[in-house]
């Protein structure tokens, strides 16, 4: 047996460097990791968040040990040099396609291809990296079913990042599926319990607002006097539209 | 260290030989160890070793901040030890001591003496150790905590670093002071110690040993190590025991 990934051999004893499922197939012995950052590799699609902005190009924090400089040329823009906060700003998501990873680490990302680009508006919801295949289901099953179901639109990152998009309804859910897949990916009959929670959950609409509440416009556009006066306490009714109504000192 | 009354010692060792709380001088304190403890952080463990409450917290392989720290050719190990201000009876004064600052450094040491830090070059490992409680042997807690937690954080290493601390009590030689046995003990000898090379990472002492002493106390440290070693492995396999596990 040759010592493997997760691995490291002393005289004629392999022993586990990582914590994960040891994998005895010969001839290589390697131990799968349970734990860890994403590592990337060439030809994953992942979502990074920009951390800076130099002259000729982003770093970008894609979940791995190190920031990937993101140039000016592999992107769709013209960007001049020393114009890049005019197209991304710190803070801002793309989607970017793994390009290379030498030796020391270092990854080299593009923003040209099919698909890639800014991720404008919606949330990203981080799971393990290593349950990203589950959200993707069977030839795309899973994913296309918590599409379908709930309107979201949504974009996957092989470095554990999903992005969601749509209302708010269909985020929470989309993000409760996402949870799920996380913490119970390795259960049997996921794909059900997903679609039943989908399902359960697709006629419930949530009023944003608590209807029993004056709208939070008109309480805006309420003339500010009663700032501080406190008003009498009702004696005889404590109901929940008086009891929940928040004092005007909150906004 | 003050002057203290002869009054003022407590009974460390009765007639028969048994010690301030009930153990026998080759016996640990109990330990429960919880790993990935913390939702943020990339590695955590929380342990309760006797009285000590430790928790700890582990983030990387990551940018090395700040930057002039960065090594070329590997990861940098990162330790920040640090008591809360209600973990001793005396309100300690919060942030950075002398004391806070040295275990950093020996904990952070003993803990590049054993990550593959070659694998993840210009990178640092930020280990972060809080005392929530402490009662004698909170080095040993926390550096066994930061270890679960490391592990916890998928970090490639040698092995689990189990550690202990063996004392001199009522001229005995004793395993895993508490804090009266600290307090009024003759020596203390905490020891961090790899399983898989018998090697030893972190051995420091206070008081005074003889040869004889130093030997014994050296053999029931180990011995000590080894039973924390597997307390470690048994907390790492709770966490993913539940459920039906994968290739299990």
Known sequence: ?251 | MGTVGAKDVPVLMSPDGLRIDGRREDEIRPIRIVAGALRQADGSAFVEWGHNKVMAAVYGPREVHPRHLQENHKAIVQCRYNMAAFSVDERKRPGLDRRSQEISKVIGEAFESVVFAEEFPRTSIDVYIEVLQANAGTRCAGLVAASVALADAGIPMVDLLPAVAVGKVAGEIVLDLKKEEDNYGEADLPMALVPQSGRLVLLQMEGHLTREELAKALDLGVQGCREVHAKMKEALRTRYAEGDGGAA
């Open chain 1, 1 to 251: 047996m040759r010592p493997g990934r997760g691995t490291y051999r002393v005289g004629d004893t392999i022993y586990a460097s990582i914590l994960g499922y040891y994998d005895p197939r010969p001839p290589v012995a390697q131990v799968i990791p349970l734990a860890g950052r994403y590592i990337p590799r060439p030809g994953d699609t992942v979502i990074g968040t920009v951390t800076d902005a130099q002259g000729t190009f982003w770093l970008l924090d894609v979940g791995a040990p190190r920031w990937a400089p993101l140039h000016i040329t592999g992107t769709p823009w013209k960007v001049e040099v020393g114009e890049t906060q005019r197209y991304l700003h710190v803070g801002d998501a793309v989607l970017v396609r793994v390009e290379s990873l030498d030796p020391t680490g270092r990854i080299g990302v593009t923003m040209l291809g099919e698909g890639l680009g800014k991720l404008d508006g919606g949330t990203i919801v981080t799971i393990s990296p290593a349950k990203v295949p589950r959200v993707i289901g069977r030839r795309g099953s899973m994913i296309e079913t918590i599409t379908r179901m709930t309107g979201a639109e949504v974009a996957i990152g092989q470095n554990g990042r999903i992005w969601v998009s749509g209302t708010p309804d269909a985020i929470e859910r989309v993000s409760e599926a996402l949870r799920m897949i996380d913490e119970e990916g390795h259960r049997r009959g996921l794909t059900q319990r997903v679609e039943g929670y989908l399902t359960a959950t697709s006629a419930r609409a949530p009023p944003l607002i608590d209807p029993r509440l004056p709208s939070v416009v008109q309480r805006l556009h309420e003339p500010r006097a009663a700032d501080g006066a406190e008003e009498p306490a009702g004696p005889d009714d404590d109901g929940p539209s008086s009891s929940a109504e928040p004092s005007s000192h909150e906004y």
